[in-house]
């Protein structure tokens, strides 16, 4: 059965950083390229990082590049988000993905894409 849990997030003041976990079990990860996404309150859910199967590949909303970086380790079957420089704007619950995918990768869902249950991330002083 295959099964994504973030873990990782909590409250950090604005300027912080914060790391989230992506673990991964049931599948095999070195197959799937993954996706962090994230949801405000009252906002929809928005695609912000991913990162092909092999790695090679990255992929950054222009809200969150430079300050955030993916990275992925097979061995381990988790992937990661590092967060620097946060703002009360990046506020949200995180969500990661897995998508079978030979190359590339996407932030556009996809029906047949893996999802975990989300880690609360809030910005605030």
């Known amino acids: 059965q295959p099964r994504l849990v973030e873990s990782g997030g909590g409250l950090v003041q604005p300027g912080g950083p914060l790391r989230l976990s992506c673990a991964a079990s049931?599948?095999?990860?070195?197959?799937?390229?993954a996706g962090w996404f994230r949801q405000a309150s009252g906002k929809e859910r928005e695609g912000i990082s991913c990162?092909?199967?092999?790695?090679?590949?990255?992929y950054y909303d222009d809200s969150v590049k430079g300050r955030f970086t993916i990275s992925k380790d097979n061995a381990k079957s988790t992937v990661y988000l590092q967060m620097n420089s946060l703002k009360p704007e990046d506020t949200a619950v995180y969500y990661c993905?897995?998508?079978?995918?030979?190359?590339?990768?996407?932030?556009?869902?996809?029906?047949?894409?893996?999802w975990g249950q989300g880690t609360r991330v809030t910005v605030a002083s």
């Open positions: 993905s897995a998508e079978r995918r030979p190359l590339g990768c996407t932030i556009i869902p996809g029906a047949d894409d893996h």
């Open positions: 049931g599948i095999p990860l070195v197959d799937y390229a």
């Open positions: 990162i092909s199967a092999g790695a090679g590949s990255k």
